[in-house]
């Protein structure tokens, strides 16, 4: 008969700590991932960009405000 | 602060792509080991890398959006990813749902990461053990189990998981292990 384990629980915890270590050390990090997550990265940074480009280049609408400067002056 | 939140919030606040991409990649390799467990133990492996590069654009494209503020909130947030992917995957294959680990390899598993941290006098027993309280439990527990213990999720992400509330899957995680372990006396 097997000797009395410390308790399910903490055994159970154990077996995950082990498994998650050995698949760690079993599957390192893979170089398609990581040319994943660059060109995620890459990808998303552009398409940021491409944002902020159109709001700074976009001409902002006539402000339709009350009082001074607020587009109620005629141009000059 | 977490490593990762630390990492997350850094990566909102740099503009420039190196350094972004650079950050990406320290986050990844944090949250690699568990995510790719996560993700290669719920799909079979021809397609899990497909899924998991799924998952990987999901994650970092969307980083800019997390908005949490713990490791704890960050882990459930790349859960959720993952699960919703690995759905549109089972959705696409409905037969790729993968069964249990079988004992050889967890075993293997076990072996691997002795050699880094080898096993404590005593810790053998306790490993086989606990695989027998895996492999005697009903499917529906050997799952809660599994993934509470051995993916390391925690109850909420387990009620996620399982479609429940918070205290149902904590109730009945316990209630398995209870089970388990008088059929196991």
């Not at chain 1, 082990?18 to 990090?29: E, I, L």
């Not at chain 1, 170089?31 to 902020?52: A, I």
Request: net charge neutral.
């Amino acid at each position: 008969m097997p000797p009395e384990p410390t308790n399910a629980e903490a055994a159970l915890t154990k077996l995950g700590q082990r498994v998650r270590a050995g698949w760690a050390r079993q599957h390192p990090v893979s170089e398609r991932s990581l040319e994943t997550v660059r060109s995620t990265v890459r990808q998303s940074w552009e398409q940021e960009q491409k944002v902020k480009r159109a709001r700074t280049t976009t001409p902002k609408p006539p402000s339709k405000g009350k009082g001074k400067g607020q587009g109620l002056e005629p141009e000059v | 602060m977490d490593e990762l939140v630390k990492l997350v919030r850094t990566y909102r606040l740099t503009n420039v792509l190196t350094d972004r991409a650079q950050l990406a990649e320290d986050i990844f390799r944090l949250i690699a080991p568990e995510l790719t467990l996560f993700v290669f133990k719920a799909v079979r492996p021809p397609v899990a890398e497909d899924v998991l590069q799924e998952v990987l654009k999901a994650i970092v494209s969307s980083l800019q959006s997390f908005s949490g503020a713990t490791g704890r909130e960050f882990w459930g947030w790349c859960y959720r990813i993952a699960r919703n992917k690995i759905n549109d995957q089972y959705r696409a294959q409905a037969s790729e749902r993968l069964q249990p680990m079988p004992p050889e390899e967890l075993w293997g598993l076990v072996e691997s990461s002795a050699e880094a941290a080898p096993l404590a006098a005593g810790e053998r027993l306790d490993l086989e053990y606990a695989m027998k309280l895996l492999a005697g439990s009903k499917p529906e527990c050997g799952e809660y189990l599994w993934k509470h213990y051995v993916l390391g999720l925690d109850y909420g992400e387990v009620a996620e998981e399982q479609n429940v509330n918070y205290d149902a899957a904590r109730m009945k995680i316990g209630r398995c292990l209870d089970e388990v372990r008088k059929l196991m006396a």
